[in-house]
């Protein structure tokens, strides 16, 4: 969070199911950093497919544009 500073945390998969975890999360959050709202995911086990998806259809559409479109993670070329 202090390094990044995301204007929002999305919790997923069992930790965004497990209303203790969230609260511990929102715990901790709050005392290591500055007020950073947390919310859980409504996409529940797809949501880390649907990302990947997106990661690779913005990566594809830079090598069809010939763009420099590069994501946080570098991909090899296809």
Do not use: F, Q
């Not at 997923?12 to 999360?25: I, K």
């Not at 901790?28 to 649907?50: F, K, M, Q, R």
């Amino acid at each position: 969070i202090g390094m990044l500073d995301p204007g929002l945390i999305v919790l997923g998969g069992g930790v965004g199911r497990n209303a203790l975890m969230t609260a511990e999360v929102e715990r901790v959050a709050g005392e290591l950093a500055w007020p950073t709202p947390i919310a859980v995911s409504t996409l529940e086990d797809v949501g880390t497919a649907l990302g990947a998806m997106k990661l690779a259809l913005d990566y594809s559409l830079g090598l069809i544009l010939r763009e420099d479109r590069h994501p946080a993670v570098v991909l090899p070329p296809l």
